[in-house]
């Protein structure tokens, strides 16, 4: 069963870190471009973040680019999102995606595997 799993949601006040891992099981990701997507209550699922699978090109939606930092490591088939000086408009469910077809697609159109999602949420 290919499985993706979200951890290191929470809660943490503006200005502060958080680094999310997406796990992921079930088959090989090695090959495959990965992305962070997020969702806000009330708002349409956006694109936060890609990578390809080698990790030499990554990708960034304006609004957090210069604070967010996507990285993988095949080794575990895991990708992180280290995320800085965190506003409360990042405040989202966080999901995870993986793109067997290798683009670095900023639309969610492009991926093929998803994860539940963790809450971030960031108090002012």
């Known amino acids: 069963q290919v499985q993706l799993v979200e951890s290191g949601g929470g809660l943490v006040q503006a200005g502060g870190s958080l680094r999310l891992s997406c796990a992921a099981s079930?088959?090989?990701?090695?090959?495959?471009?990965m992305g962070w997507f997020r969702q806000a209550p009330g708002k349409e699922r956006e694109f936060v973040a890609a990578i390809s699978w080698s990790g030499g090109s990554t990708y960034y939606a304006d609004s957090v680019k210069g604070r967010f930092t996507i990285s993988r490591d095949n080794a575990k088939n895991t990708v992180y999102l280290q995320m800085n000086s965190l506003k409360p408009e990042d405040t989202a469910v966080y999901y995870c995606a993986a793109d067997s077809g290798g683009t670095i697609g900023t639309g969610s159109i492009w991926y093929d595997y998803w994860g539940q999602g963790t809450q971030v949420t960031v108090s002012s």
């Open positions: 079930g088959r090989t990701f090695s090959r495959d471009a």
